[in-house]
C-alpha cells in the first residue's frame, strides 16, 4: 500500500507519459479502519518518501470525514470550528446527566458506568449501521440531544455527515480534485456508514483506487467487499496468497482461531520458516505475568527493542496492572493501553485526589492521598493520629488538620507537614471560583510540584508520566474549550466520570513508545506488527461482559462474543514476525485455544508462581532500585531549600540508599567466584569506611542484605527498596478490646481478601460514604427485622403478612433517604419483588424465628471475636440454624479455604449463647433463595486457624495489598491504594 504512493509520488519515466511530473503525495487520500494503521502508514511514509513535500493526507475513514467537513462546515449544518470528541468524553458527559437517560429497564445494580459502556457500544453500532436503533432508539435522541446542545459531534456520525454534504456533485468533485488517488487499507471494516461515503466519492470520479481486504481480519462482521463493490462493480482483482512472515504452523493456528468464520480468498502459501505458536498453562495470573517478563527480559538482554514486543490481555484495564507490575519487577518500563492507562499513573490519581479534596473537603479518601502523597508524604503513624481526631470529634479530614496543629499527639515534624498541606490547599481554595478548569489544573500540578519531583529520573517511564501530566492539562483545556463558562467543580465531576469510564480520551498522544513493552488489550492489535506477541488471560471472556436490558442484543460481532475473539486471536496470530504465545491459567467457554492445540499439535508449557521474584535478584534488584534512588536524591535535594526539623534524617536516608545502589552494582559484577554472604561482607567493609555513623545505621537498619541472602522478594519490595527503614508501630490504632484484638468475620474476610484495605478501613479508619447498594441493604434488613419481631412480638404468624412487609418497606424506604433516580427506583422495584418472594417463602416455611440481631462475643486464643447474626430459626426437630440475609452478589463458599462467615456463626452461638446450630444459611433476599452450607467436623480448626493467622498479620502490621482484578474494581480505597496505579 505504502509502495503505491511512492510509486504515484514520482515522476512517470515510462514511454506512455514520460512528461508527467510527480504527484504531490499530500494528493493522495492513505485510509484505514484504526488508529493504529494510520499511524503505522504516516510514520512508514515519512521515512521512505523522498523529499521535499507539503503534507501527507493519511487518515482512518472518520478522520477523512471530518477533513472533508473542515473544508465545508457551513454547507454541513456545523459551526466553523465544530468539536469532535469520542467515546470516553460522551461515556463521561452521559454518567454527569445520568438521570437524564431512560434506564429503568436495564439493570444498574449501582455502576451506570459498567452499563453505559454497554450502551454505548449500540448506539455506535446502530450509527455504523445507518439504524435507529431500536429499542435504544429513544437513547440516541437524548445522547445526540446533549451533544447539540454542547455544540458537539460524536465522532461515528462524521462519515454519514459527510455523505449527506457530498450529495452535492460539485463538493464531491472539489473533495476528489483535493484526493484524486484513494489508498484503502483494512477495507474489511468497510461498514454501511463509511460505504456510503466511499460511494459519494466514487461517484465523482477519483483517478485511481487500490484497496486490500482481508477478511480474516473483519472486525464489524462481514460484508465489506460487497460494499464495495457497489460502489466500484468492475475492479481488477489480485490475490496475495504467499504470506512472507509466517510458517505453516501460524497459518493452521490462524485458520483453526478462525473455526466457522470468515476467511481470506485462496490459500496462505506459507513462505516464512521462523513464525512459530507456543501454548502456556500458568498456575496463576501472576505465575502468567512473572514467566512473560522474564521472557520479555530475555528478548531485550538480546537486542530486540522493547516497543517491538507486544503483550495483549482480552481486558487490558483489569489484567494489565499485574502484568506492568511483573515487568516493573524487573525494572523493565511498560506502556499499557487502554483507557484506565492513564488514570492510573500517580501523579494524575494524585491531581485528581486534590481537585476532588478541594471541591469537597469531606471526600476522605481524596484528603488522605493528598496527605499520604508528594508533597506532604505525612507519614502512616501521623495518618492515623489524624483520622483519630476527625472521628473522635466529628470532622472533616481538613478541619481535622486545622485541629491537629494544636494536639499534643502530633510530633513537630508532622505538624510542620501538616501546616505545608494546609497552607497549598488554602491557595488553591481562594482560587476554585475565579479560575477556568484549564488554568486552574495547570496551575494545580506546577504549585504541587509533580513535574519536579520525576524530572531528575531520566527514564522512559518518567517521560510517560510527565507525558500524563500534560495530557491531564489537554482534558482540562478541551473542557473549558467546550464550555467556557464551567467551573472546577463541574470539570471535577467531569474528570471522575472521565476516569470511572474506562476509555481512552480523544487526542492521546500519538507517540510511538520507544523503550517501553506494549501492554495492550487484544482487540487493540490490528493495525500494528511486532517481533513477538504474548497473549495472555485467555480464560477471561473477551471484551466487555453483557448486561441484560433492551437494546443490547446478541450480535456475535459485539465485543464479548465469540466471533470477535476468533477474530481478535487470529489478528495476533498474523501481527506477529517471529512468535506468538497463547496462554490461558484456567477453563472458558467457548475455550479459543482447544481448537488451535488440536489444528497444530501443540503442548502447553507449565508456569508456576515464582514466590520470590525473578531468579536474577541482584542485577533486577539494582534497575528497579535506580530510578526510586534517583529520585529520592532529587527529594532529599528540594529539602535543603526548604529546610525541616527531619530534613537531616531524609538526607542521610537518600545517601544511605544510594551506597546501597553502589553495593548491588559491585555484586551484579563481581566476577572472582565468592559466595553472596562472603561479596556482601566485604562490600560492607569498605563501605563502613566512607560512611557517616547517621548512614550506617540506616544501611544497618535495611532490609536489602537480608533479602539478598536469602534470594527473597517479598511484596511490594519493589515499592519499598528506596525507602527500606521501618515504619512507625501502628500498635496504638490496632482495633482492641482491652489487650485483645478485636475482630468480626467482616474483618476476617476483609484482611484475607486484602490486607491493606483492612488498614485503611479499620486501622486508618478512613471514612467512606454509603452507596446505593449499602444503603439498599441496610433498609432490607430493617424491614425483616421489623416484620419478624412483630412476629415474636404477637407469638404467631402476621396476619396479612405480604401486605404489612409492603407496608414496611415503602416506610423504610422513605425513611432511607432515597430519591427517583433510574437507580433507585430499580432497587425499589426488585426490593417489592423480593419481599412477594420472601412471603411466599415464609408461608411454605415449617421453620420459625427464635431470635433477631443478636450479638455473640467470644475469644479464640489472644483474640476477641464479635458479630451479629441477622436471624436464628428452630427448626420443627428443634434445631436451630443461623441465617444472614444477603442483598448482594453470591458468596465463594470456597473463599480462604471453605466459608468463613456461618462456620464464625455457628461457633459464636455455641460460645456465647449455648445453643448448638447444626445448619447456616445465606438468605439471597433479591433472589428469594436461601442456600444452606453445609457444617464441616474442621469448623471449628478452621475457624481458629484463621482467626490465629488474621491476628498475627495484624498484629505483625503485615499491611502489603494483594491486588485481584476481580476485587480492585469495587474496592472503595482505590484511589488511595497504591497497587491500583500502573
Not at 130 to 149: P, Y
Amino acid at each position: 500500500m505504502r509502495e503505491r504512493v511512492i510509486h504515484l509520488s514520482r515522476p512517470d519515466t515510462s514511454e506512455d507519459d514520460p512528461a508527467r511530473s510527480a504527484l504531490d503525495p499530500s494528493r493522495v487520500a492513505v485510509i484505514a479502519s484504526t488508529d493504529r494503521a494510520a499511524t503505522a502508514h504516516r510514520r512508514s511514509l515519512e521515512e521512505s518518501l523522498p523529499g521535499p513535500y507539503e503534507a501527507l493526507s493519511v487518515f482512518t475513514w472518520e478522520g477523512l470525514a471530518e477533513e472533508i467537513l473542515r473544508h465545508r462546515p457551513i454547507e454541513a449544518g456545523l459551526g466553523p470550528s465544530f468539536e469532535v470528541i469520542g467515546a470516553a468524553e460522551r461515556l463521561a458527559m452521559l454518567l454527569s446527566r445520568v438521570d437524564e437517560l431512560p434506564l429503568r429497564h436495564h439493570e444498574i445494580r449501582g455502576n451506570p458506568a459498567g452499563l453505559l459502556r454497554e450502551l454505548l457500544i449500540g448506539i455506535d453500532r446502530a450509527k455504523r449501521e445507518g439504524t435507529d436503533g431500536g429499542e435504544l432508539a429513544e437513547l440516541i435522541q437524548i445522547h445526540n440531544r446533549i451533544l447539540a446542545a454542547a455544540d458537539l459531534l460524536d465522532r461515528n456520525d462524521l462519515p454519514r455527515i459527510a455523505t449527506e454534504l457530498l450529495a452535492d456533485p460539485a463538493i464531491a468533485g472539489e473533495a476528489i480534485g483535493r484526493f484524486p488517488h484513494l489508498v484503502i487499507d483494512e477495507l474489511e471494516d468497510l461498514h454501511p456508514a463509511r460505504a456510503g461515503l466511499l460511494e459519494r466519492l466514487a461517484a465523482a470520479g477519483p483517478e485511481s483506487v487500490v484497496a486490500a481486504i482481508d477478511p480474516s481480519r473483519a472486525i464489524y462482521g462481514p460484508g465489506a467487499e460487497q460494499r464495495f463493490l457497489s460502489a466500484f462493480p468492475d475492479p481488477a482483482q489480485f490475490t496475495l496468497d504467499e504470506a512472507w512472515r509466517m510458517s505453516e504452523v501460524r497459518i493452521k493456528a490462524a485458520r483453526a482461531a478462525l473455526g466457522s468464520g470468515p476467511l481470506p480468498e485462496g490459500a496462505w502459501d506459507a513462505r516464512g520458516d521462523e513464525g512459530s505458536v507456543r501454548y502456556w498453562r500458568p498456575a496463576s495470573a501472576r505465575a502468567e505475568a512473572q514467566a512473560a517478563a522474564r521472557e520479555v527480559e530475555h528478548q531485550i538482554a538480546s537486542g530486540t527493542p522493547a516497543e517491538e514486543l507486544a503483550i495483549a490481555v482480552p481486558d487490558v484495564n483489569s489484567q494489565g496492572v499485574a502484568i506492568v507490575g511483573a515487568l516493573a519487577e524487573r525494572g523493565i518500563p511498560a506502556r499499557p493501553g487502554g483507557g484506565a492507562a492513564l488514570f492510573r499513573q500517580p501523579e494524575v490519581r494524585d491531581t485528581i485526589a486534590w481537585l476532588r479534596a478541594l471541591t469537597d473537603p469531606t471526600d476522605a479518601r481524596a484528603v488522605t492521598r493528598a496527605l499520604m502523597r508528594p508533597p506532604t508524604e505525612l507519614r502512616s503513624l501521623d495518618l492515623a493520629r489524624l483520622t483519630q481526631i476527625s472521628k473522635r470529634r466529628k470532622l472533616d479530614m481538613v478541619s481535622a488538620c486545622e485541629a491537629s496543629l494544636e494536639s499534643p499527639q502530633m510530633a513537630p515534624e508532622a505538624r510542620q507537614r501538616i501546616e505545608g498541606f494546609l497552607n497549598l490547599y488554602r491557595a488553591a481554595s481562594g482560587a476554585l471560583n475565579t479560575r477556568r478548569p484549564d488554568a486552574y489544573v495547570r496551575r494545580l500540578i506546577e504549585r504541587i510540584g509533580f513535574r519536579r519531583q520525576r524530572l531528575f529520573a531520566a527514564r522512559p517511564e518518567t517521560a510517560e508520566r510527565l507525558l500524563g501530566l500534560s495530557r491531564l492539562a489537554e482534558i482540562a483545556t478541551d473542557f473549558s474549550r467546550r464550555d467556557p463558562d464551567a467551573s472546577v467543580r463541574e470539570f471535577t465531576v467531569f474528570l471522575e466520570a472521565l476516569a470511572d469510564g474506562g476509555l481512552e480520551p480523544v487526542g492521546g498522544p500519538d507517540l510511538p513508545g520507544v523503550g517501553a513493552v506494549p501492554v495492550v488489550g487484544l482487540d487493540m492489535l490490528k493495525g500494528g506488527e511486532w517481533t513477538r506477541i504474548w497473549v495472555l488471560g485467555l480464560e477471561r471472556p473477551f471484551g466487555i461482559t453483557r448486561t441484560p436490558g433492551p437494546g443490547i442484543g446478541e450480535d456475535p460481532t459485539h465485543p464479548g462474543g465469540p466471533e470477535t475473539a476468533r477474530v481478535a486471536i487470529a489478528t495476533a496470530l498474523t501481527s506477529a514476525r517471529d512468535e506468538v504465545v497463547l496462554s490461558r491459567s484456567g477453563d472458558v467457554e467457548p475455550d479459543p485455544v482447544a481448537a488451535i492445540l488440536e489444528a497444530t499439535g501443540g503442548l502447553e508449557e507449565i508456569h508456576e508462581e515464582e514466590l520470590f521474584g525473578p531468579a536474577e535478584d541482584v542485577a533486577a534488584t539494582y534497575r528497579a532500585m535506580l530510578g526510586e534512588v534517583m529520585e529520592a536524591s532529587w527529594k532529599a535535594g528540594s529539602e535543603l531549600n526548604e529546610p525541616r526539623l527531619d530534613t537531616a534524617i531524609d538526607v542521610n536516608r537518600a545517601v544511605a540508599r544510594y551506597l546501597e545502589l553502589l553495593k548491588l552494582a559491585a555484586l551484579a559484577q563481581r566476577d572472582d567466584g565468592s559466595s553472596d554472604e562472603e561479596a556482601i561482607e566485604a562490600v560492607n567493609g569498605l563501605l563502613a569506611q566512607i560512611a557517616t555513623p547517621e548512614q550506617l545505621a540506616e544501611l544497618d537498619a535495611s532490609t536489602l542484605d537480608p533479602y539478598l541472602l536469602a534470594q527473597e522478594r517479598e511484596r511490594g519490595m519493589r515499592q519499598g527498596l528506596a525507602d527500606s527503614r521501618s515504619e512507625p508501630s501502628l500498635d496504638a490504632f490496632l482495633p482492641r478490646r482491652g489487650d485483645d484484638l478485636r475482630l468480626s468475620a467482616t474483618d476476617l474476610d476483609m484482611y484475607l481478601t486484602c490486607p491493606l484495605k483492612y488498614k485503611f478501613a479499620r486501622v486508618f479508619g478512613i471514612p467512606t460514604p454509603p452507596t446505593v447498594n449499602m444503603r439498599f441493604g441496610i433498609v432490607i434488613h430493617n424491614v425483616l427485622q421489623r416484620f419478624h419481631e412483630l412476629e415474636l412480638d404477637v407469638g404467631r404468624p402476621v396476619p396479612d403478612g405480604e401486605a404489612r412487609l409492603m407496608s414496611l418497606l415503602e416506610e423504610g424506604w422513605r425513611r432511607g433517604g432515597f430519591g427517583d433516580s433510574h437507580d433507585e427506583l430499580q432497587f425499589l422495584d426488585r426490593a417489592r419483588d423480593a419481599m412477594r418472594a420472601y412471603w411466599r417463602s415464609e408461608e411454605a416455611s415449617e421453620s420459625e424465628p427464635a431470635f433477631l440481631e443478636r450479638q455473640f462475643e467470644f475469644k479464640v486464643g489472644p483474640h476477641f471475636l464479635r458479630g451479629r447474626v441477622d436471624r436464628v430459626d428452630r427448626k420443627p426437630d428443634g434445631e436451630f440454624e443461623v441465617i444472614d440475609y444477603k442483598t448482594g452478589q453470591r458468596i465463594d463458599s470456597s473463599r480462604h479455604g471453605g466459608d468463613i462467615q456461618l462456620a464464625l456463626y455457628r461457633l459464636g452461638a455455641r460460645e456465647a449463647w449455648g445453643i448448638e446450630p447444626e445448619a447456616g444459611s445465606y438468605y439471597y433476599v433479591l433472589e428469594g433463595e436461601k442456600v444452606e452450607v453445609q457444617s464441616s467436623p474442621d469448623d471449628r480448626e478452621r475457624v481458629e486457624r484463621t482467626v490465629l493467622e488474621v491476628g498475627e498479620g495484624v498484629l505483625g502490621q503485615d499491611f502489603e495489598p494483594r491486588p485481584s482484578p476481580a476485587v480492585c474494581g469495587w474496592c472503595d480505597f482505590r484511589l488511595v491504594c497504591p497497587a491500583a496505579e500502573a
